[in-house]
């Protein structure tokens, strides 16, 4: 089995000091860490990616959400775009410094990012999840179908937990975002392990 990714999501819940030392301590077990805080500003975004780098965290292991004006003006890997973000056709020509990944929740969704550019796309949710009640999970054979549908990398999220990881990469997919599985674990250390241990 290739070695998949492992992309940890910020659960826009913890305070900024507490998710900067979780981060420090995991980093070297992860691929991506992405900064999703939709109730937070631009400044305070940005104020973010400083506290991960003075955590030692690389700019090349981050990833901004939405924001592309504090991705491009920290200088880390990339952007996460969702439906409500900038065309990802635009981003890509402007920002070309930027990796851009594209959230999608369906088969056109992820045909039409790739159509506009997009680097990889994030898709979910695949398991049933307590972010999403009411919602009812994708599953493994809709990944499967994403997976053989676009050329771009796929990255899965949604109710994954170290136990399921192996049928996700098996599924097709490049690896796996996980949010409180991780930051809110009570040792996110070993959890981290334990999901790097079945991408391998």
């Known amino acids: 089995m290739r070695n998949g990714e492992l992309h940890v999501v910020s659960t826009g819940r913890q305070p900024p000091q507490q998710f900067a030392e979780v981060v420090e301590s995991i980093h070297t077990y992860i691929d991506f860490v992405h900064i999703r805080e939709k109730n937070k500003s631009a400044s305070e975004i940005y104020e973010l990616v ?35 973000s900038l065309p990802t056709s635009v981003v890509k020509k402007e920002f070309p410094s930027l990796q851009v990944g594209c959230s999608v929740h369906s088969r056109d969704e992820a045909q039409q990012a790739e159509e506009q550019g997009a680097d990889y796309v994030v898709y979910g949710h695949i398991f049933p999840t307590n972010l999403k009640p009411g919602l009812e999970a994708k599953g493994l054979e809709a990944l499967e179908k994403i997976c053989r549908t676009v050329n771009l990398p796929v990255v899965a999220i949604g109710g994954i937990q170290p136990e399921n990881t192996k049928q996700v990469i098996e599924a097709g997919a490049k690896g796996v975002a996980v949010m409180s599985g991780i930051l809110e674990a009570d040792d996110p250390l070993h959890a981290v392990k334990a999901y790097r241990d079945r991408l391998h």
């Not at 506290?51 to 991705?71: C, G, M, Q, W, Y």
């Not at 491009?72 to 969702?82: D, E, F, M, N, T």
């Open 50 to 84: 400083q506290l991960l780098t003075d955590h030692s965290v690389p700019l090349f292991k981050i990833i901004v959400n939405d924001r592309v004006d504090v991705a491009s003006i920290s200088k880390v890997k990339g952007v996460q775009l969702a439906y409500h």
